[in-house]
């Protein structure tokens, strides 16, 4: 059996017919840049996670960049991250001339450790930016309140976590703005690039919209040195769609990866945290392994194609070698890149998929006498 890592296909072609409907009324309404679609997503987003405003951007990169941008964020300031995510999260700190500052995670849920992070915070300290990673709810009940305490923005990056909750509110909503991107690999991925932007402030709200459309308010009429990021008419269309299903999706991960856990229970290998209920909407399903690229090898031989997210810390990528960090400064956030391994993860992943990747894990420990 062949099992891919991700089948966007199958997705497909369950909700084909709807697609094809929304992708020909936009091509027949002519309607192609910030059109009634955009609005609608942006209407329909906000309502489903519960906040004032929701905008529409290019992708999930530039919409930290226009978070942190609308914030006020330049050179000299600093911004408190984890190394354990995606490069992105601290290239648009980069971006902007300020210095990521960098923070270990917690080795069980993979996230920024707040019992570490006040101690980075230093007077030029403006912001910190959680990553719900994999779709793990970071700890944002004590993010908030050393946030709140010491006068920092809070930028959630939940490009990875898209209907994880905690205490039933939506993660990317408790800090002052939320970055999600709709990559296609997402949990509510798009045929394309595209990201959004999510905030109960006003003001805040009120510059992103500008900073993604030039600076202007009024075309022609720019008032900030902005940037051209405007979420794609047809990717919103397509989003509309697939956004009535997410719920059902995140749910259908869920059950895989506790299916994933019982089968895989009793091997040497640490599994995901699910948090609380709704805290994890496993976007990846990624379990710690001694011997991850042993294990990864024989995956691969018996069909079960397999990711690795990520391979090397952002402490430790060339781009940052300027800031003077060193191997071993961040433990568990190596030890995580070193041992990480995603297994297949999507909804619609059948029960005998499920267990057949789960058996030839197994028969990896069974064979080498675990």
């Not at 990624?286 to 194609?305: C, F, P, Q, W």
């Not at 995580?336 to 028969?363: F, G, K, T």
């Amino acid at each position: 059996m062949n099992i891919p890592f991700l089948d966007l296909k199958a997705q497909y072609q369950t909700i084909r017919e709807q697609i094809l409907s929304s992708i020909e009324q936009v091509l027949e309404s002519c309607e192609f840049i910030l059109g009634p679609n955009v609005t609608a997503l942006e209407q329909e987003v906000a309502e489903f996670l519960g906040v004032k405003h929701a905008i529409g951007v290019g992708n999930g990169t530039d919409a930290l960049v226009l978070i942190l941008d609308a914030l006020g964020i330049s050179a000299g300031d600093e911004v408190i991250t984890t190394p354990y995510t995606f490069f992105a999260t601290a290239e648009c700190v980069s971006r902007l001339g300020a210095k990521p500052v960098f923070v270990d995670i917690n080795p069980i849920t993979l996230t920024i450790d707040p019992e570490k992070l006040e101690q980075a915070i230093t007077p030029r300290t403006k912001a910190v930016i959680p990553v719900h990673i994999f779709g793990r709810a970071a700890d944002m009940l004590a993010i908030m309140d050393i946030a709140s305490r010491h006068h920092l923005f809070v930028v959630e990056d939940a490009c990875q976590s898209i209907g994880g909750e905690i205490e039933d509110k939506k993660l990317g909503t408790f800090g002052n703005a939320g970055a999600f991107s709709f990559f296609p690999t997402k949990n509510l991925g798009a045929y394309g690039d595209g990201g959004l932007v999510v905030t109960d402030d006003d003001e805040l709200a009120e510059r992103v919209r500008m900073l993604r459309a030039h600076g202007s308010k009024v075309k022609y009429h720019n008032e900030l040195i902005g940037y051209n990021s405007r979420l794609d008419e047809m990717q919103a269309a397509l989003l509309r769609v697939k956004l009535r299903h997410l719920h059902e999706w995140n749910s259908r991960r869920r059950q895989i990866a506790f299916e994933y856990n019982k089968l895989l229970k009793d091997l040497p290998l640490e599994f995901p945290d699910p948090g609380k209920d709704g805290e994890h909407v496993f976007h990846l399903y990624t379990i710690l392994a001694e011997d991850r690229e042993e294990l990864r090898t024989y995956l691969k031989s018996r069909g079960v194609e397999t990711g690795v997210y990520y391979p090397t810390p952002l402490h430790l990528q060339p781009a940052y070698a300027d800031l003077g960090y060193r191997k071993g400064d961040f433990p568990a956030s190596e030890s995580a890149c070193e041992r990480n391994l995603s297994l297949p993860m999507y909804p619609e992943l059948s029960d005998e998929q499920i267990h057949y990747v789960a058996q030839a894990v197994r028969d990896f420990f069974e064979e080498r006498g675990a």
